[in-house]
């Protein structure tokens, strides 16, 4: 009896032992499983969100083969559009504009619009860029490729690259400046940063020079040239580590960022150009004939000289220039712009000066005949950079005699065949009255302004 029970007590824990020895294994498995579920979760979220889902989906086989096989995929899979979308071809200013028609663009209150990659809206992803054509946008081509999974033959272009589309060009001052304005604003909320290369588009055609003028304005800023990126194989796409792209030019921006931009490269060229900020080599009331030769010059240019001469000469202290821009060096713009209170010239691009003065300085502007009715919003493009650049636009001239258009007046053909570069004449009563009403006005404001909360002296430039 008792032998029996002592079997039994044997054959009890011997059946126990072994059902701890299995759960000991079991629990000890199911550890090493999730340890090796984490590693690989933890490994899968370094990959774009596309790969992740494919990798749920496959039959087992090795991570790394899985990785490297849907990387190639991926890099065979970009698809690249042209920049220049013809279906937004009969409104390229309107809205979305008909470059990288397919993205959407960012905006912070007060700023340009603009596009970062990579960014939140870009998923991560970086702009690639393909073509060479400099004549058809439409075979240039742009595209969104995951860092680790660029196009094959892509070359990676290291640093920040500022891509520039202008609807019209990089030579003119006036239409160069307003297509890298809004760059210069980006980097000044975005701690000074400086671009290592820019690419130019003209309607998603490249451009692969700039203006001296507006090179000179960029070096200023940045404390280097601007370096343009030369496309030369079509079939060799490149793709940036960073891109700011703007194609909205200086749409958005209020007009205290506006203020704040021209503020800053004012005070960088002149520090750029060494042009102090005394007082003491500039007239107390700087009055200057800034000049054109050819199109919408004066016909009479003696004349209308004798006028202003006439006028400064009856205000103490007020000393006239007659200059031709054409003949000016960039800094020696910038050091007349400098000692110039009154700026007196036709519409022309050679006014972008005007920002380069002190605040509240005036300009005086004069049209060829015909302007009024036919130019459109293009005729106040310097009334709006002397608000957005703290001036006084104290109104413009049109002249109303010229050469007799073969269409009716209101024809728009006649702006292109004899209007747009038409001569100016000139009225020496309305010159003189005119004259004399500005010079007023700002030897009043002479009187009264304190100096010192008026100009922009060379130690108070941006950090940047």
Known sequence: MATSVWRRLVACFSS???????????????????????????????????????????????????????????????????????????????????FMSSL??????????????????????????????????????????????????????????????????????????TAAFPFVSWSLRNQCEKPQKWVLYHKGELRYWMGNWLS??????????PEIIHFV????????????????????????????????????????????SSETSKPRIGMTLLLRTGARSFKNVSAVINVFKRECERVDGCVLSVS?????????QVELMKRTDVLVSPHGAQLTNLFLMDRNSSVMEFFPKGWLKLAGVGQL????????SGMRHEGAWHDPFGETCKFPDTDKRCMSLVYKNAMIGYNETYFGEWARLVLGKVNIRKKEEIPEHNHVSLDVCSQC
């Open 16 to 98: 126990l032992k072994f059902y701890l020895t299995v759960l000991c294994l079991v629990a000890t498995v199911f550890v090493l499983l999730q340890i090796c579920s984490f590693q690989i979760t933890q490994h899968s979220l370094s990959l774009p969100p596309a790969l992740l889902t494919y990798l749920k989906h496959q039959p087992e086989q090795q991570s790394e083969n899985k990785t490297a096989y849907l990387v190639e995929k991926l890099r065979e899979s970009v698809t690249f559009l042209p920049l220049k979308d013809i279906l937004f071809s009969n409104k390229p200013l309107e809205g979305h504009t008909w």
């Open 104 to 177: 959407l663009d960012n905006q912070t209150k007060g700023e340009a619009q603009y596009q970062e990659f990579p960014s939140d809206s870009s998923n991560g992803r970086l702009l690639c860029l393909k073509g060479i054509d400099e004549h058809d946008g439409s075979w240039n081509y742009y595209a969104l490729a995951w860092p680790e999974a660029l196009p094959t033959n892509a070359m990676l272009q290291e640093g920040l690259t500022f891509v520039s589309y202008n609807q019209y060009d990089y030579g003119n001052l006036w239409h160069g400046l």
């Open 216 to 225: 000179e304005i960029l070096t200023a800023t940045y404390g280097q040239e």
């Open 233 to 276: 194989d079509e079939n060799k796409p490149v793709c940036f580590e960073k891109a700011v792209v703007m194609r909205h030019n200086e749409g958005g921006m209020s007009r205290e960022k506006r203020l704040e931009v021209f503020d800053h490269l004012r005070c960088k060229v002149r520090n750029y150009c060494n042009i102090a």
């Open 324 to 332: 031709y821009s054409n003949n000016l060096t960039f800094c020696e």
């Open 381 to 388: 493009v310097y009334k709006w950079g002397a608000n957005w």
